[in-house]
């Protein structure tokens, strides 16, 4: 039987594996309109971590990142792109 490594996802996929709870964007695609830099609502990282699927470390890190809070912030692509 093959184990499934639990953490294979980087936070941003763990993100964006998931419809928009704000935009309703579909599960793999960016919040961003297109043409613009690619981003995601924070809200999707709060529902990937209350999954379990984002580190508490991690949502350190986006929170430092986006600065400033508000419901429909977007988180720049880049800020969670490690692996
Ligand atoms: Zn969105």
Not at 43 to 65: C, I, P
Not at 67 to 79: G, I, K, M, S
């Amino acid at each position: 039987m093959q184990t499934v490594p639990t953490q294979t996802l980087t936070p941003q996929q763990a993100a964006r594996a998931r419809v928009c709870g704000i935009c309703w964007q579909r599960p793999g695609l960016p919040c961003s309109l297109p043409g613009q830099p690619e981003a995601d609502h924070l809200k999707r990282y709060l529902d990937a971590y209350q999954a379990g699927e984002v580190s508490r470390e991690d949502m350190a890190a986006v929170f430092a990142a986006v600065e400033v809070v508000t419901r429909h912030r977007l988180v720049p692509a880049e800020v969670t792109s490690w692996t």
